[in-house]
């Protein structure tokens, strides 16, 4: 599954100029970090600054974020990227599902790797078909070439997600045997694709 590191940055502007932090004097930056998983970049940028500077949050406005090669505005517009489509499923402040299509490179680029997690709590109730045919739909629209299939790997043990992927139609093309280490053992694994 494709992986996206997520970071919450706070900017604080104050009479003295805008915050920075440091850990050795030498080198500074703004206070932030990665997102926990399942936390939103907001709460990451408010934990962040409080672990770092001690401040607490009275208000705040989300004012940018960078994603791949493109900028968000302060309106969220969508993530545009000629190479990946990243959708966010969110309940309130929850992150709860995630779904990503990333083209591959050079000979490879007529297909992308495709990625789907919904939290525990709200998985079987149309979530997950939802955003794999709304990320479908980016895909067709923003990436570059248009792809014309998609791919995953999931562990042969992964039941749901299996009878999940035939349901929206993937087609099971290989077996890797022994790819993923898993409580002690090896794992195969399927390789699935999907023409869209
Ligand atoms: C696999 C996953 C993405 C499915 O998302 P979801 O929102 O739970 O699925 P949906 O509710 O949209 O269900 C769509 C179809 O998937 C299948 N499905 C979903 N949950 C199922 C379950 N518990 N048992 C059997 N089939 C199931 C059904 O065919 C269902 O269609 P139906 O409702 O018409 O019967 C989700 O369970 C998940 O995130 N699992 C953990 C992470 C994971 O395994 N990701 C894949 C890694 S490769």
Do not use: C
């Amino acid at each position: 599954m494709a992986k996206i590191r997520r970071r919450g940055v706070a900017i604080v502007e104050s009479k003295k100029g805008i915050l920075v932090v440091s850990t050795n004097g030498k080198k500074f930056m703004l206070p932030g970090g990665g997102a926990k998983i399942f936390e939103s970049r907001k709460k990451a940028a408010i934990r962040e600054l409080y672990e770092e500077t001690g401040l607490k949050i009275k208000s705040i406005k989300y004012f940018f974020s960078y994603v791949g090669k493109k900028w968000h505005n302060h309106r969220r517009k969508l993530i545009k990227n000629n190479t990946k489509v990243f959708l966010v499923a969110e309940h309130g402040e929850k992150v709860i599902g995630t779904a990503s299509i990333e083209l591959e490179k050079w000979r490879r680029n007529h297909f992308g790797k495709f990625g789907i997690a919904i939290i525990d709590g709200y998985r079987g109730m149309g979530l997950g078909k939802y955003l794999m045919s709304e990320i479908i739909k980016l895909a067709r629209k923003e990436l570059k070439p248009r792809p014309k299939m998609i791919q995953l790997e999931v562990y042969v043990n992964n039941k749901i997600a299996i009878k999940f992927y035939n349901k929206m139609g993937f087609k099971t093309v290989a077996k890797v045997p022994r790819q993923i280490q898993y409580k002690g053992k090896l794992i195969d694994e399927f390789i699935m694709i999907l023409y869209i």
